[in-house]
């Protein structure tokens, strides 16, 4: 059980010592199983022997209901302009779908499509069709806009900054950006993440982590 809880506001009564809620006292609900509630900290440490063995079937049970569930986007998420889903192909980011190096936002190729074709017809600068920033007019120009996205944290950004790293053979600046992008949710370097630690490059090879990064993987969204 998590020893984090946090407010219901209802009138149910506390697992431990039984004391309803009212005004002055709002039970927290123990966010493992979500099926009983404490008024204080003490109370959870104290009834957690009594409740340790239901809450972890219940935690299971919430986990695979997670799990299993039917989604109604993939791990991509929407195209920010259109709001359709992104297409899924394969296990990594499809080439259906445009990063912009500016705001990091990742636009579906229709949308991309539209707004060029749109610039080309009425003689305009390009600009993102998204933040509508002006677009890069070299490579140089491009490596600094994608630069400043990886140093404001960006997931995205993070995850293809490894991508570049490890084509070039530099596995343990991969492993750094890739993990960053984890910790900020990006499913995608979980994945990678699960290849490096069964492959040994750029970490020493750890069959748990190995196992652990593929369970996050498949709670993020990707089967």
């Known amino acids: ?3 984090e809880v946090f407010e219901v506001d209802d009138n149910s009564c506390c697992a431990s010592c039984g004391i309803k809620a009212n005004d002055d006292m709002k ?6 199983c979500k ?6 900290i003490k109370c959870q440490k104290d009834h957690r ?4 063995r239901a809450c972890k079937q219940r935690a299971a049970a919430l986990r695979d209901e997670n799990l299993f569930q039917q989604r109604e986007s993939s791990h991509l998420g929407d195209c920010p302009i259109c709001c359709l889903p992104h297409p899924v192909v394969g296990k990594t980011k499809a080439a259906s779908h445009v990063t912009m190096g500016c705001c990091g936002k990742m636009i579906c ?5 539209a707004n060029k074709k749109r610039e080309i017809a009425e003689s305009l600068q390009q600009r993102c069709p998204f933040c ?9 120009e491009a490596d600094k806009n994608s630069l400043r996205r990886v140093e404001s944290n960006d997931p995205l950004s993070l995850y ?3 991508v570049d790293r490890y084509a070039e053979g530099d596995y343990a600046g991969a492993f750094k950006y890739w993990t960053k992008a984890a910790e900020l949710g990006d499913a995608e370097a979980h994945y990678l993440l699960s290849i490096l630690y069964h492959d040994g490059k750029g970490v020493e090879k750890d069959r748990r982590k ?14």
């Open 1 to 3: 059980m998590s020893g």
């Open 27 to 32: 039970l927290k609900i123990c966010t493992a």
């Open 35 to 40: 099926l009983v509630r404490y008024c204080s």
């Open 49 to 52: 022997p009594k409740h340790k």
């Open 109 to 113: 190729e229709g949308c991309d499509y």
């Open 132 to 140: 509508r920033h002006p677009a890069p007019k070299t490579v140089e």
């Open 160 to 162: 293809e900054a490894g």
């Open 210 to 223: 190995e196992v652990y990064t593929w369970k996050r993987l498949q709670l993020l969204g990707i089967r």
